[in-house]
């Protein structure tokens, strides 16, 4: 009975809701109770790029349309700015400008082929309903005056294809009975009442354009005017902008109809900046040991430029398509590859673009299948078998659907990649904390146990405890202490460790062997004074009870790091310094208060007698110090060496 520590499931299940209610504070809400401790093991973070490493305020930067460029100017969601064109190079004979009403047109498509909604706010400024990608359009057209709102009333939308990542882009078609939208296209548009306009990733959409509208207005999209239109969206994504490319066709019967032969309105890039904490966050997860990895649906080029902004990359001397631990693997080459080929990409590569959701849950497998311990954000409905596959699902609490809420086992509140680090530090504490009690408790256990095996083999008449003390030990010697440690803070190394092992045990890197040679000592310890009690004639039974109690709060003491006390704030814990307080004051009513002597089978113990108890006591103490000491000096004189 003396093993076996009664207060454990209580002290472990309070812990976990302690570390629980600290992540909350920290915008990390917690589902299941368990991954608070399983946060501390993970060895890669996989997480999307939009809105969880950047802010997700996408702002239109620049528009592409004819042969310049329109520099958009403005802050914010604010439908107030400029557009300033300038020339581009072209490597073909065309003249330089725009086609007649070409840019509004591109801004007009953009509007229309979207649903976000701007809207002012009462206490001033203004904010988008929707999608921040779409909402970025919204208010380029705005800039422009162009107003979505009054063009949805004008060009009403008759059918739509929506988007999905399998496609990378979105059709909708717009009722002109009068051709006013249209009138930029010139012939090509005669007659047309109705139009089709789609918005999507450049290098699938303008594979469905045979056409462009040039300078001089609708022309043929020969190969290299479309190579030339693929590289002026390279070169965008390349400076980190996320780029779109719009697309026209008139006369084009409706959704039941493949979509091609279209033509081709120009690019918008959108500037979604990096969280300016994601930096730091990703330098903590390498030197914690974890592996940081982005996941995206965006251009290869935009994703190199934000990963190697953030410290996710180093500089590359390719292109952002290749294989090295520098370069971005595409979600086309994760299709492609069997298996084992995907293990191989995942445990060098780190950026993935134009990766669809269901290549995620291929990711998460094959991270696992290299031993890894995966955490994995998502937000969408195809996101969930991935967050169920994943030792911990991440969903997003401000655009995460209920499905992937749902499978995950932790909910970011506030969509922040810098949380997820924030949790697994919080994690990692939890994991340390029980480490710690497990410690104090199993290995104070350890000593009573031999203490009482001791004594027949002794000679010594009748037993040191009774079975109630043995059970106040266990409850309230053990219990106050251990709940004190769940809350001591976060060593200042804590994110400079490794993580845990996969399938570490509680008593793997030396708990086992700490538990068993500490109970040997403390039971050294208590055996010696036992015999010495006995022998002297005192009330050895209580004297022995005594010490077993006060011994154990300077094992608490001592189990509050490796690292020497002195070396620790003595103030940082105040519940550990009050429970070893009133755990202390109870023992000594045990002792002196008649009502629960006689209850607890106990002694008065005289100044001498009560002294010894306590120099035993510190003795033992001196000794759990000295220990540490003395590990220390050997590992400085190891790393010396």
């Known amino acids: 009975m003396a093993l076996v ?49 950047t802010q997700n305020r996408q702002v239109v930067q620049e528009l592409r349309c004819g042969t310049e460029a329109i520099a958009v100017s403005g802050q914010g969601y604010e439908p107030i700015g400029t557009l300033t064109p300038s020339p581009l190079t072209v490597p073909f004979a065309q003249r330089q400008g725009t086609a007649p009403g070409a840019v509004d047109l591109l801004l007009q498509a953009g509007a229309l082929c979207s649903d976000a909604e701007l809207k002012s706010q009462p206490e001033g400024g203004w904010d988008v309903l929707g999608d921040p990608t779409e909402g970025a359009l919204v208010v380029a057209a705005a800039k422009a005056g162009q107003g979505a709102e009054e063009l949805r009333q004008r060009f009403h939308r008759q059918s739509e294809i929506p988007f999905s990542s399998e496609r990378q882009w979105m059709a909708v078609w717009v009722g002109d009975a009068d051709g006013e939208l249209q009138a930029p296209l ?34 043929a999209l020969d190969e290299p005017q479309r190579q030339w239109w693929l590289g002026q969206a390279r070169e965008l994504a390349a400076r980190g902008l996320r780029v779109l490319a719009f697309a026209a066709a008139p006369h084009h019967a409706g959704p039941e109809q493949p979509v091609e032969k279209q033509v081709l309105l120009g690019l918008m890039a959108q500037l979604d900046p990096a969280r300016p904490e994601v930096a730091e966050a990703v330098d903590r997860c390498r030197q914690a040991g974890i592996r940081p990895v982005m996941i995206t649906g965006d251009h290869p080029l935009t994703a190199h430029a934000i990963a190697t902004g953030i410290g996710l990359l180093q500089e590359s001397r390719g292109s952002g398509q290749g294989y090295g631990d520098d370069e971005v693997v595409l979600g086309k080459v994760l299709e492609a590859s069997d298996d084992d080929k995907l293990r191989q990409l995942v445990q060098r590569c780190s950026v993935f673009a134009r990766v669809p959701p269901e290549q995620k849950l291929r990711i998460v497998r094959a991270l696992q299948a290299n031993g890894q311990v995966v955490a994995m954000t998502g937000d969408g409905v195809n996101d969930a078998p991935a967050l169920k596959q994943a030792h911990i699902g991440v969903a997003m609490g401000l655009t995460g659907t209920e499905v992937s809420k749902e499978a995950a086992d932790m909910v970011l509140l506030d969509d922040n990649f810098a949380t997820i680090v924030n949790a697994v530090e919080q994690g990692r504490l939890v994991y340390a904390n029980i480490r710690r009690f497990f410690k104090y408790i199993l290995g104070s256990n350890v000593g009573e146990l031999l203490t009482i095996a001791a004594t027949p083999l002794l000679g010594l008449t009748g037993v040191p405890l009774t079975p109630l003390q043995i059970l106040w030990m266990n409850l309230v010697t053990d219990g106050l202490p ?160």
Request: glycine share 8%; proline share 6%.
């Open 5 to 53: 520590p009664e207060g454990l499931p209580a002290v472990i299940t309070v812990t976990l809701a302690i570390g629980t209610q600290r992540m909350v504070q920290r915008a990390a809400l917690i589902r299941r109770l368990p991954a608070v401790e399983a946060l501390g093991s993970v060895t890669v973070i996989c997480s999307d790029k939009t809105g969880t490493l």
């Open 186 to 219: 010139g012939a090509a548009a005669e007659g047309s009442g109705t139009l089709l306009l789609t918005k999507g990733a450049p290098e699938v959409l303008i594979g469905t354009c045979d056409r462009w509208l040039a300078p001089s207005g609708v022309e």
């Open 482 to 641: 251990a709940l004190a440690l769940a809350l001591e803070p976060g060593e200042r190394d804590l994110m400079s460790r490794p993580p845990a092992e996969p399938g570490e045990t509680i008593f793997a890197r030396g708990v086992g062997a700490y538990i068993l040679r500490i109970g040997v000592i403390f039971a050294a310890f208590s055996i010696a004074l036992m015999v010495y009690a006995y022998r002297s004639g005192a009330p050895w039974k209580t004297m022995v009870f005594t010490t077993l109690c006060l011994a154990q709060m300077g094992h608490a003491l001592a189990a509050r790091s490796d690292r020497p006390l002195v070396q620790v704030p003595a103030f940082s814990n105040p519940w550990l310094i009050a429970a070893v307080g009133t755990t202390t004051l109870l023992q000594m009513l045990l002792l002196y208060v008649k009502p629960l002597a006689a209850f607890f089978g106990t002694s008065p113990l005289s100044l001498r007698d009560l002294g010894i108890c306590l120099g035993v006591s510190l003795l033992f103490f001196v000794y759990l110090e000295l220990e540490k000491v003395f590990r220390l000096w050997r590992r400085h004189r190891s790393a010396d060496s």
